[in-house]
Each structure stands twice: as structure tokens, then as C-alpha cells.
């Protein structure tokens, strides 16, 4: 096991900042009063999730503070975009719209909701992972009632065309919801702007507190409740707040959306400089588009002939933190759904690495993971038969 230690893991989650924690502490053992409570201390707590909600309303532009609804993180927000709209506007249709390259959390929910009653319709994506909006346009019926496009991929940093996907779901006066959850925080979002009727969040994702998230739904939306029990959330979802986590949800998201242009012009160039470096390993493939339209710190590619957990393994042994895909997968033997999805064959899919970069990555960490991952891939290519044959192949061509 190496003494250095490189995370390049930001996508699965995220440390809290010192800002975010110092935040969050007097709510952990100082003010504990229930919001719900009607006495002095508790005022302060009430306060304190207001707050929040003005910063959380403010990065994403928001008409109202009241259009954000905190939840227990990215996959309950998810869940309740889905379920809540589906169960509360099956009289207008039954039909929903998504992309074959969603988080589970989405793809998951609209099993559930097949199993329903529901007709779900799955958009492909082209080589680089976007859909195509006139697709897009021609799937919509007279019964669809929901599109779910994220604004982001997890695995291969799409950033979405989500502006002119609102704009389509507007003029045919169909709800709008983007998975926002590698988004928020590091990139520029304004759900007024972008015709964003439902966005979910999470914390974790942007240096805040794990187990929180949050659900922007806009004003007039008819939306179910998920979790019923008591008032809170203004009635749609109950629950007693997560106090400590809000606070800390709505700091952290205030100091990366004040870090942003700074910090996203010296990830693209760490990015940028890891790609360059990579691709120069034979037979490697960046998975994903190149430029604004890739999330800055999202690296992902496949080098043909080797096992992508196997490498894991291995980049482990040398200190650096990556994955093959989504952390909610890990584990899995199946490829990516993503890659399969985006045209990989399953032989190169498995070959797959993630590396996503964040606040606490530096040049060295890159130069680092570029002198140990080629030798990495080296070793286990020369124990795979494949690639074995492959310079066979390429030796009797030579005679």
C-alpha cells in the first residue's frame, strides 16, 4: 500500500469543507431545538433552514425560496420527482420520457413506475452520450406527462442540452425534471432561464454533508408527496429536519457557486492535461465529448484488453482513489449501462476508468497518476491472453 494518497473520486462523493463543518457544528450540539416547536430555541433552528433555503434558491435562481423542498439526498429527490408527478397527473396521461444513460436512481424509479401503469420511454444517445432533441420532440404524445433528462452524466460528464429540452417540454406543456446531481455546484444553473420544472440535488456532491439533498419544484407544479407523516417541508414532505444538514447543504453550495469560474478554469487544465496524457497509451478511448460541453473534472476512458476492476485494484495498491463508473454500480461484473448505451462493445466497456477531479487535486496528483497508470495497464495487458494474441496477429503480419 503507497503512503501517497491521490482521490480522484469526486463524483461518487466529496469531503465537507472547514467552512461547511464550522457552519454546521452549533447545530449539532448547541441549537437542537425541532423546528416544529413554537419556543425560543427552536426559532433559531426555523431560521437557520430558512436561510438555507434562500441560498439554495439563489444559486439556482429560483422565483421563491418556497420552491425548495430539502430531502434526504439525490435519490429521494429523485424518486419524488418521478412518483410524485406520475401519481399526481395520471388523469392528463400515463406516459414518461428519460435517456438510457440515467443515474439508477431514475432508471430504477421508472421500473417502479412500469409496473404501475406507466409507459416509460427510453431516449438513446449518440457516440458522446447527448440526445437528440428531435427525438426527443417525436416521442412526445398526447398522454406524456413527465421528461427526466439529467444535466449531467455521472460517468462520462455530458453535460446536457437542457435549456432547449426545457423549452420543447414548455411548448408542449409537459413537466421538466433534471437529475442535477454532478451538476449543482460546478456549473452555472438557472432553472428560470433553462425552463426547469423539477431539479434534484444533493450535498455530498459539492463539498457539503452526506445524507441530504434537496428538490426545486417550481410554483404551480402538482406534484404528490413521497413521505407522509407530519407538516413539514410546508406539508410535502415529512419528517424532522435534518437541521445540521441543511445548514451545511445551503453553505457549501454558497461557497461553490462564489468558487466557481475559479475553480472550474484550473480543473478543465488538470482535466485536460490527464486526457492528453492518457490517450497517448495505445489503444486507449476518452468515452465522452471533449471542451465546455464535459464537466470540468470528468475524466473517462477504456484501454482494450483489460479488466477495469483489476486497475482499480492495482491504483488502489499505488494510493489513488478512482472507479470504473457510478459508485452506486460498484461491485457490479456488468459493464456500464452508460458505455454499452453510448455504442461500447461489452469487451471494452469492462476496460473503463473514471477519474474525476475536485478542490483538493493538483498538478502533481496528475503528473502522479500519469507515471504509475500506464505501467498499471501495461502489467495487465501482458497477462491477458487478448492482448497476447493481439501482437501474435501483429508479429506474423511483420514477417
Not at 104 to 124: D, I, M, Q, R, S
Not at 207 to 216: F, I, Q, S
Request: some cysteine; proline content about 4%.
Amino acid at each position: 500500500m503507497s503512503d501517497k494518497q491521490v482521490y480522484l473520486d469526486h463524483s461518487a462523493t466529496t469531503y465537507i469543507k472547514p467552512q461547511v463543518f464550522d457552519e454546521m457544528l452549533p447545530y449539532l450540539n448547541t441549537y437542537y431545538g425541532n423546528p416544529s416547536s413554537i419556543y425560543s430555541i427552536s426559532r433559531v433552528t426555523e431560521q437557520a433552514v430558512d436561510q438555507a433555503r434562500e441560498k439554495v434558491a439563489k444559486a439556482l435562481n429560483a422565483a421563491a425560496k418556497d420552491e425548495i423542498f430539502f430531502t434526504g439526498g439525490g435519490s429521494e429527490a429523485d424518486n419524488w420527482a418521478l412518483k410524485g408527478i406520475a401519481f399526481a397527473n395520471k388523469h392528463r396521461g400515463n406516459h414518461i420520457i428519460t435517456t438510457k444513460i440515467e443515474h439508477h436512481a431514475v432508471l430504477h424509479t421508472c421500473e417502479f413506475l412500469e409496473k404501475n401503469g406507466f409507459e416509460v420511454t427510453y431516449l438513446p444517445v449518440d457516440a458522446e452520450g447527448f440526445i437528440d432533441l428531435n427525438t426527443l420532440r417525436q416521442a412526445i404524445t398526447g398522454k406524456t406527462i413527465l421528461v427526466s433528462v439529467m444535466f449531467a452524466n455521472n460517468e462520462i460528464g455530458t453535460i446536457e442540452p437542457i435549456k432547449e429540452i426545457g423549452q420543447i417540454c414548455r411548448e408542449r406543456n409537459v413537466y421538466f425534471h433534471t437529475d442535477a446531481v454532478q451538476a449543482v455546484g460546478h456549473v452555472p444553473i438557472d432553472v428560470q432561464a433553462m425552463n426547469i420544472d423539477l431539479l434534484s440535488l444533493a450535498a455530498h456532491k459539492f463539498y457539503g454533508p452526506k445524507g441530504v439533498g434537496a428538490l426545486y419544484i417550481r410554483k404551480g407544479v402538482k406534484i404528490e408527496s413521497l413521505i407522509h407523516g407530519g407538516g413539514q417541508e410546508r406539508g410535502k414532505r415529512a419528517g424532522t429536519e435534518n437541521i445540521a444538514g441543511v445548514v451545511g447543504l445551503g453553505k457549501a453550495l454558497e461557497l461553490a457557486v462564489e468558487e466557481m469560474d475559479t475553480e472550474n478554469k484550473r480543473l478543465v487544465q488538470l482535466r485536460d492535461k490527464l486526457i492528453k496524457g492518457l490517450s497517448r497509451i495505445p489503444y486507449s478511448k476518452l468515452n465522452g465529448p471533449v471542451g465546455e460541453k464535459r464537466m470540468p473534472g470528468n475524466v473517462n476512458i477504456c484501454f482494450k484488453f483489460i479488466e477495469g476492476e483489476s486497475m482499480l485494484l492495482l491504483l488502489d495498491n499505488k494510493g489513488i482513489s478512482a472507479s470504473s463508473g457510478s459508485a452506486c454500480t460498484s461491485g457490479s461484473l456488468d459493464p456500464s449501462h452508460v458505455l454499452l448505451a453510448i455504442g461500447l462493445p461489452h469487451e471494452v466497456a469492462h476496460g473503463s476508468l473514471r477519474l474525476t477531479l475536485g478542490s483538493g487535486t493538483t498538478e502533481k496528483d496528475i503528473d502522479y497518476v500519469l507515471q504509475v497508470l500506464p505501467e498499471i495497464v501495461q502489467r495487465l495487458r501482458d497477462m491477458s491472453p487478448l492482448w497476447q494474441k493481439l501482437h501474435k496477429k501483429e508479429d506474423s503480419y511483420a514477417v
